[in-house]
């Protein structure tokens, strides 16, 4: 099975930190994903990565940015939180496969807190 | 550029009760569609897929879903609805083919299961 592991299920910042969001993939998938989970809104693309060092933005990249320096680790990072980002943020990965054809399997996300 | 719309915000049905949660898309070719369901503070789950072929797709826990072309339609179904079924469920739709891997997810429908 696919595993998508997001290190932290709750966190706890105060505005101005700067705040780092891990997951990691166990399946060698290419692709992982960043995104934002809000109620009524649904899920927003923050950021995805295709290969390593490679990244590309979503629709609200503003205010973040990404690192995937290993194959299996995408980061999400908040430069400086503020409480307009206390969200819960999902991490998913998927396979440049074509019989896979972008199933997206996702961790447990990380909700967060900005106080 | 491809959405989804997921008309209800909220349904509520009775355990034993079957259910229906509709989902539109739009989209310039045949598309990928997926359903994803959401336990509380949990990730999103696959619950099934089409890709092509038959238009009539099962899922896991006795779900199915059918694709209508004519009406851009992909409505997920239950003949018996379960109170374990209380969730909310995402439908989404990625590009056939291609190098494009991200999906567009629709804002969810809340599912609440009375006893």
Redesign the interface.
């Known amino acids: 099975d696919v595993k ?1 592991t ?1 290190s932290s299920r709750y966190l706890v910042k105060r505005t101005g930190e700067k705040v780092f969001l891990e997951c990691v993939q166990d399946m060698d998938h290419e ?1 992982m ?1 960043w995104y934002r989970q809000d109620p ?4 927003r ?1 923050i950021y ?1 990565s ?1 290969d390593v060092k490679m990244k590309e933005k ?1 629709d609200i990249p503003e205010g973040y940015s990404v690192s995937r320096e290993k194959k299996e680790r995408f980061s999400l990072i908040l430069e400086s939180a503020s409480t307009n980002q206390t969200s819960m943020y ?1 991490c ?1 990965s ?1 396979s ?1 496969n074509r019989l896979a ?9 990380t ?1 967060l807190s900005v106080l | 550029a491809q959405s989804v719309t997921q008309p209800d ?1 909220h349904i509520t049905v009775s355990e034993g009760a079957s259910l229906e949660l509709r989902c539109n898309y739009s989209y310039g070719a045949t598309p ?1 569609l ?1 359903w ?1 369901v959401q336990s509380p ?6 619950l099934l ?1 089409y ?1 092509s072929g038959d238009t009539l797709v099962q899922g896991i826990k006795g779900f199915e879903a059918e694709f209508k072309r004519s009406q851009s339609s992909f409505n997920l179904r239950k003949p018996s609805v379960h109170w374990s079924d209380a969730a909310e469920y ?1 439908c989404a739709v ?3 083919g291609g ?1 494009n ?3 567009t ?4 429908t809340l599912l609440t299961v009375n006893p």
């Open positions: 998508v997001q692709n994903f009524g809104l649904g899920l693309l995805f295709y979503g999902l998913a998927s440049v054809k972008n199933i997206q399997y996702f961790g447990a996300g909700r | 915000i990928y997926f994803y503070g949990q990730g999103l789950q696959l897929k890709f995402f990625g590009r056939s190098s891997y991200k999906l997810f629709g804002k969810g």
